[in-house]
């Protein structure tokens, strides 16, 4: 049940960050602000499934 809960928190933050993905090319002027938005979205993501994931190690 642990494992089911797991993938379905990382499934949703997965979404989460292509939302953002999403928004900051419909929204975002300048390239290179763009591109520094969406390296801060994927290393929270990334550091949200870390922490969803490492307990289970």
Do not use: E, N, T, Y
């Not at 939302?19 to 969406?38: E, G, H, M, Y």
């Not at 801060?40 to 922490?51: E, K, S, T």
């Amino acid at each position: 049940m642990g494992l089911i809960s797991v993938l379905i928190g990382v499934l949703v933050i997965v979404v989460v960050g292509a939302i953002c993905f999403w928004a900051i090319d419909k929204f975002a002027a300048d390239r290179r602000l763009s591109q520094l938005l969406k390296l801060l979205v994927v290393l929270i993501c990334l550091g949200a499934i870390l922490q969803r994931v490492l307990p289970l190690i």
